[in-house]
């Protein structure tokens, strides 16, 4: 699968994600799953391109693209050292990149043939959902592929039918789907603040996976474990 063809579903004429006991939604959190830091831990708008190696198990010979999105300088705090929200700003500034597993994960889903029947949704509550939306239009997985690209549903916010819970995230992705069973979705998310993936799963009963304090390949491959497991 070439990298511009890379993101939403592909056709049913193909193997479907079923015979290979994959999940037909995969669900990513953002805030502290994918990325850092939080969007309601910048001082401002995340819209300057930040370049630097996409492949991060190969930085010396990767293609250079956009790893992060940065806050102008002119929109910090700059009180000591520490941005508006009390948090440490390094001489780089405030910027917002993919955690390193997380970053791992998503090239493994953009490249891998395997998964080109399985569509990518995120769902997150963030307070700031704009700056959520700049940093997934602007940061690249792979060579000319954001993760805009390669999502097909996204629900961010709290607002309308979306609150501080995400049952109506997935309701939503479950509309916006076509009725996808929410058996047959995958969940991965922080957990740091709320117990997403138990009410997610006690509501709905979509398989969910903490990851911590951000996304690890080995997450991503236990939950897909999970995923087969529950599915026999």
């Known amino acids: ?85 009390g948090h440490a700003a390094d001489s780089r500034g405030e910027i917002v990149e993919l955690y390193p597993g997380a970053r791992r994960t998503l090239r493994e889903l953009a490249t891998n043939p395997k998964y080109q029947e399985v569509k990518i949704a995120v769902a997150s509550t963030s307070l700031e959902p704009a700056y959520s939306r700049a940093c997934i239009e602007g940061i690249e997985v792979v060579e000319g592929v954001t993760m805009r690209d390669m999502i097909s549903y996204s629900q961010i916010g709290r607002s309308g039918r979306l609150t501080s819970r995400k049952t109506g995230h997935f309701r939503l992705i479950h509309e916006e789907s076509g009725g996808v069973p929410y058996d047959e979705m995958l969940f991965f998310d922080d957990c740091n603040w709320a117990d997403h993936v138990g009410d997610i799963d006690r509501e709905l009963g979509v398989l969910g996976v903490r990851t911590g304090s951000g996304l690890t390949l080995e997450h991503f491959y236990n939950g897909l474990e999970k995923f087969r497991s529950r599915k026999r």
């Open 1 to 85: 699968m070439g990298e511009g063809d890379i993101g939403t579903a592909a056709s049913s004429s193909s193997a479907s994600s079923c015979d290979l006991n994959l999940p037909t939604i995969i669900v990513f959190d953002l805030d502290d799953c994918l990325w850092t830091p939080e969007m309601h831990e910048l001082s401002g708008m995340p819209s300057i391109p930040v370049e630097g190696p996409l492949d991060p198990t190969d930085v010396e010979g990767s293609t250079i693209g956009t790893v992060g999105m940065k806050v102008p300088s002119s929109r910090r705090g700059g009180h000591r050292g520490f941005d508006w929200g």
